[in-house]
């Protein structure tokens, strides 16, 4: 059996903790790797590697880290095929969806080659007589990463490529249930010039995330999970006096207008709740149809949705893979089997499916509830499967009341023809990132991602802009080189002449 270690100041370091993790083959139901678990001790050897690159990483010439992060793009172009397939093998995606993945991860390791326009700062001359004002944004330091299953490529690169790029040193603790993708972006990351220490990864559950949390030369936390982990990770680490973002789970809505094209609407909604078994933070899970379009509108989604392939991820002809264990399969099912008690209408039931020559594997088919009540618990609950609720509103407003009183608020989208509706939506609606007729609006990488709400804790969206502020901090220099003709001493407050 494989066996997937930590990488630590520039190699594969085995655990020494004695504790290992199963990672399973979601297809197959097969335990294929175990992962080592980090002890306090390995999560301090990372700290302390990553501590003593900082020393020099964070006063190399952003031409050294750009060539290096130039160079690591390249890499991971050549290797998108390499890494889709590690992705699938361990998450259970199908390999297009693992290779849209890579791609949204590699926007951000460009947006990173072109950190030298993002640093650039601020001047202001003769602010006073001979003073001038420069404001300049320095690395944090040693940064930590804790990131979720479902994109075990993508959200580590969400954080790591950026962090490095400003001068930080960074140790990433990846989901322990897809770890293989991590290691190998360390890998590359080596192979590209990285010098070594600058970018550490560390497997393990909670003990490793908590020895991160307070360890004191630890300086900001980027998290990406559920909301009950973002809530603790940002309330532990913000007590360890650290910077923190910690963003959350979702429950996503569409809001389809009865001026919307009903295909269009339709084929969105599908897409966005079933792709990726609907193992996505950004995927839709609640569709509002408005006044009247309901019945329609739930004909055409089942129409798409009964269509749907679902077999392994390595099939192409695959359209749904497998979810990422069968504990979880057995929640979403739970939350099928119990809609028509909550009163829900169940369109379509995806439980209880198999796949010929794969019965071990994690399977759930698609499924498809109708006039949901907002009380059910398939409505309240992030249940992160191919579920898709319809809820229906009489007016706009309604709609809208229903979005705004969710506890999330990650993304949402709007459907419909009618350009003062939407653009009242985007005003009006309370969630990070807004599509009009776009149902998975994930901004592309130079601007930023986050949620508003339960979906995200801290003030900092990630990438983009924010991601740039985040591993940062500013500092402003107030200088005067005196004229020789200046002198004397004056005890008056600073004022400006
Ligand atoms: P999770 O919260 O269970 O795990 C995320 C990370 O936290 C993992 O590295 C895990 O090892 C660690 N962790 C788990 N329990 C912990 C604990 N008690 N203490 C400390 N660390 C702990 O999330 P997941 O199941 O891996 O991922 C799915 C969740 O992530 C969904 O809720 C999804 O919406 C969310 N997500 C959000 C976004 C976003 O951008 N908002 C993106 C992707 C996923």
Redesign the pocket.
Known sequence: MKTVNHWIGGKSVEGTSGTYGPVTDPATGAVTTRVAFAGVEEVDAAVAAAKEAYATWRTSSLATRTSVLFAYRALLDARREELARLITAEHGKVHADALGEVARGLEIVELACGITTQLKGELSTEVSGRVDVAAIRQPLGVVAG??????PAM?PMWMFPLAIACGNTFVL?????DPSAAIRLAELAAEAGLPDGVLNVVNG??TA??RLLEHPDVAAVS?????P??R??HATASAHGKRVQA????KNHMLVLPDADLDAAADAAVSAAYGSAGER?MAISAVVAVGGTGDELVARIRERAEKIKVGPGDDPASEMGPLITAAHRDKVASYVRGAAAQGAEVVLDGTGLTVPGYEDGHWIGISLLDKVPVTADAYRD?I?GPVLCVLRAETYEEGLALINASPWG?GTAIFTRDGGAARRFQLEVEAGMVGVNVPIPVPVGYHS?G?WKA??FGDHHVYGNDGVHFYTRGKVITTRWPDPADGGVDLGFPSHR
């Open positions: 804790i990131t979720p299953f479902n994109f959200v603790k990846p989901s322990e249930k559950d909670r995330v908590d998290f990406v999970g559920s909301t982990i973002a603790h990770i963003l959350g789970g979702a933070c992030e992160f990650n991602f949620g979906s995200l």
